[in-house]
């Protein structure tokens, strides 16, 4: 005799306790929903959905991988981390990641016709989606869900802390004996209980603390460098170095430039020296006193050297921060500058850890 859905999804829940107890934990945090509305899977962010005639005919692993797809799409945020983006190329990119993850598990399978990209779902959701954008996408069963309540920011923050309450518990039994948790998996439940400063939060907080606005300043970041506890004076120097080298293109460029003449128009004390480089070095353009930002020059390789070098030629007249907008694809400096420095990262490029100095924010789609 057939079994129901409910005793499926019991043994689903046993197995995985059982192989992958990090899962298992997290298990405990999902309500799972029978419904015919769905036609296979699907979560609202907070619910899992699951059509009993559509599972019907999937081996246990690929049950239990599509259980685990659908927490995945729960756990990391990835409803609640949509916002305005384009639904098909969020819920697209959001498969790739979580099919990575699953795909790198022992004895569970991806039932047929699961997305996979390995060149992509190693990266943050959002930064997939910004690589997605130009390809042609299709998507035979979305199953990213509006919320119940899509538009109650209290419903929103305490479904964003259940589940983080939810990962945090689970990742202690990693510390507890039980196996160290995939990269993909470990990598993405980082990016859900510490996720990264928003890159223009972080460039604003960098070029415009001083000592006097000190009580306000996020004092995590202290430890890190970015308090410039000598900045006394009137005026800060901000040098600016963008990568012309192919990878960041004119919408990037003005995204950046936008923020910045924001920062200049209310902090009269901030001066931005902008440059353009590749492995050659144009510039520098005093961003103040020109109308529109001048056109970049560049287009062959990234070397990263010839503007460090420069500022450690060049003298200040204040203190001064340097701001490195890139996809940290080239060839670092041997030598740590003395000065504060903020690599603002494209989406898609090189690993935040492996920056040999300064700070790293990625640059991604609101």
Not at 93 to 114: E, F, H, Q, W
Not at 135 to 157: G, W
Not at 178 to 207: I, K, N, Q
Request: charged share 25%; hydrophobic share 45%; glycine share 8%.
């Amino acid at each position: 005799m057939a079994r129901s859905l409910d005793e499926r999804l019991s043994a689903s829940r046993v197995r995985l306790r059982a192989r992958h107890p990090f899962f298992g934990a997290l298990l405990l945090f999902a309500k799972v929903v029978e419904t015919e509305d769905c036609e296979l899977a699907a979560t609202d962010g907070e619910r899992l959905f699951i059509n009993p005639a559509g599972v019907e005919g999937l081996r246990a692993p690929e049950l239990d991988g599509l259980l685990l797809h659908e927490l995945l799409h729960a756990a990391l945020l990835h409803i609640d981390r949509r916002r305005a983006r384009e639904p098909l190329r969020w819920n697209v990119a959001a498969d790739i990641v979580v099919n990575g993850i699953i795909a790198s598990l022992p004895r569970v399978a991806l039932p047929a016709g699961g997305l996979r990209d390995p060149d992509l779902e190693a990266l943050p959701v959002e930064e997939v989606y910004e690589r997605l954008e130009g390809r042609v996408l299709t998507l035979s069963l979305a199953d990213l869900l509006d919320p119940a309540e899509p538009t109650d920011p209290a419903l929103c923050t305490a479904r964003a802390a259940q589940w983080r309450e939810a990962l945090a518990q689970a990742e202690t039994l990693t510390h507890m004996g039980v196996g160290a948790l995939p990269a993909a998996l470990a990598r993405a439940v980082r990016e859900v209980l510490a996720p990264s400063l928003d890159w223009r939060s972080m460039l604003w907080r960098f070029v415009t603390v001083t000592p006097c606005d000190y009580s306000d300043f996020d004092r995590r970041l202290v430890h890190r460098g970015l308090y410039l506890e000598a900045l006394q004076g009137d005026s800060l120097d901000v040098a600016v170095a963008v990568d012309t080298s192919g990878s960041i293109g004119q919408r990037l460029l003005d995204r950046f430039m936008g923020e910045l003449r924001g920062i200049l128009g209310a902090y009269p004390h901030v001066r931005v020296a902008l440059y353009f480089i590749d492995a050659a070095l144009d510039g520098p353009y005093e961003v103040r006193d020109v109308g529109e930002v001048p056109a970049p020059k560049g287009g062959g390789g990234t070397d990263f050297r010839p503007f460090f070098q420069a500022m450690r030629e060049s003298r200040a007249s204040g203190q001064r921060v340097l701001v490195y907008l890139t996809d940290g694809f080239g060839t670092f400096p041997t030598d740590r500058p003395d000065e504060p420095t903020l690599w603002v990262v494209a989406a898609g490029g090189l690993a935040s850890e492996r920056f040999p100095f300064g700070e790293v924010a990625r640059l991604m789609e609101n």
